[in-house]
């Protein structure tokens, strides 16, 4: 397909595990991001990649989240030691260019539960 | 620091009325301005954006949104709601200038339409 793809659509993690989230943007795409969606909430922003080089990563919550995109395609959102408050949605979005009016499309999303 | 309000985080309507779901923002500056519709189980979609060029933006599926910047608001509108209008819905800004490229987003608006 031609969208953003993530995987896996849902995950059920202990309290402690890592984890590793997945995103493979529209072909072309310079800007990635990431959001983390809790429940009956907003998205909120979490970090963002223009090709391979993180740019902003003024929203991850803790040292324990780390996002990468080695190629400046696909990208990996890490949680190191889960915590119950890390369950939410964690959206993928990329856009053709930066800033301004660009649209963002998003994935599907990945459901994180911490039990 | 800029932010969005969403009043009413429910909002009920029949079918084939009027659908008003109220976004307002914070900034000196009219920033762009973007809705987004999610669907259960779904990543966000685009159903319109402001980028200055018209103050009435006319988006997918019969929205439309009117840009007030003496209101500080971006309001979304569809003269007739469907059944599948059923959803939630997200008003989202960002601010202009270079270096900013998030989005940042409302609370959501879940909107109900009923027979």
């Known amino acids: 397909g031609a969208g953003v793809s993530q995987s896996p659509r849902y995950k059920v993690a202990k309290r402690g595990q890592d984890v590793a989230l997945r995103c493979d943007p529209i072909?072309?795409?310079?800007?990635l991001f990431w959001y983390q969606q809790a429940l009956g909430q907003g998205p909120e922003f979490l970090t963002y990649?223009?090709?391979?080089?993180?740019l902003d990563k003024s929203g991850l919550p803790s040292d324990r989240f780390f996002a990468e995109r080695p190629e400046g395609s696909v990208s990996t959102l890490k949680i190191q030691r889960t915590q119950q408050e890390d369950s939410a949605v964690y959206l993928c979005a990329s856009s053709w260019g930066q800033g301004g009016s660009y649209e963002q499309y998003f994935g599907p999303g990945t459901r994180l539960t911490v039990t | 620091a800029q932010s969005v309000t969403q009043l009413g985080s429910h909002v009920s309507v029949s079918e084939g009325a009027l659908v008003l779901l109220r976004c307002n923002y914070s900034?000196?500056?009219?920033?762009?301005l973007f809705w987004y519709v999610q669907y259960p189980n779904q990543g966000l979609q685009l159903l319109l954006k402001?980028?200055?060029?018209?103050?009435l933006v006319k988006g997918i599926n019969g929205f439309e949104a009117e840009f007030k910047k003496s209101e500080t608001s971006f309001h979304l509108t569809k003269p007739s709601a469907h059944m599948s209008d059923a959803a939630e819905y997200f008003c989202?800004?960002?601010?202009?200038?270079?270096?900013?490229?998030?989005?940042?987003f409302g609370a959501g608006t879940r909107l109900a339409v009923h027979p």
């Open positions: 989202a800004v960002r601010p202009r200038g270079r270096g900013y490229n998030k989005l940042i």
């Open positions: 072909s072309g795409h310079v800007s």
């Open positions: 990649f223009q090709n391979e080089a993180q």
């Open positions: 402001y980028t200055s060029a018209a103050t």
């Open positions: 900034s000196s500056v009219p920033p762009y």
